[in-house]
């Protein structure tokens, strides 16, 4: 199971439907996350899917209800709401200090770069205090710059997703 998390409004459903290929502009709607949502993600040649559970950010304090048999977490931050990021920051190492995720691989996604300027990556990058996190966890964490409106980074997060080993591990299960 694939969770995908992150502040309120920071961009997790949309970057979903745009993972799942839906097109997306100015125009496509969200409403806010209250409760959970479930996304199917199929592979290029549609052999395999990742199922990945939205949580609200509203959710954020019971959060960690759903954190059994996780393997991967999508973690989304706005990159273009810096004063949002230090917060964001705070809920990412309450994740990362729960015993039940210390195997979990992270992808931190730094979405809507089309609203951002590329310097506003490394503030947003620093506020994390990511460096110092690195040393400190036992998580392995990717970060990723996403526009769920250009389209930029998706591919590499889909990459991700359905990297070689998870690959063979669902292969593995249906054998
Ligand atoms: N320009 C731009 N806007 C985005 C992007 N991603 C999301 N948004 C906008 O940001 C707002 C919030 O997006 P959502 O995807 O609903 O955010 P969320 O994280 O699912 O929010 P909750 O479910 O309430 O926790 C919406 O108005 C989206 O259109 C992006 O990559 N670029
Ligand atoms: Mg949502």
Redesign the pocket.
Known sequence: MYLCLGPERSG??LLMKSLQREDIDEATQ?V??NGT?MFTIRNDDGHFEAVIR?L?GSMAPIWKHYFTRVRKIIYVVDTSNLCQISAAGVLLYSLLVEPSLKNVKIALVLAKMDLSYRQMRNEALLMLQLTRLRKEITQEITVFETSAMTGEGIEKLRQWIFDPDTIKAAIAANM
């Open positions: 997790k459903t969200t806010p996350t949502n939205e609200g």
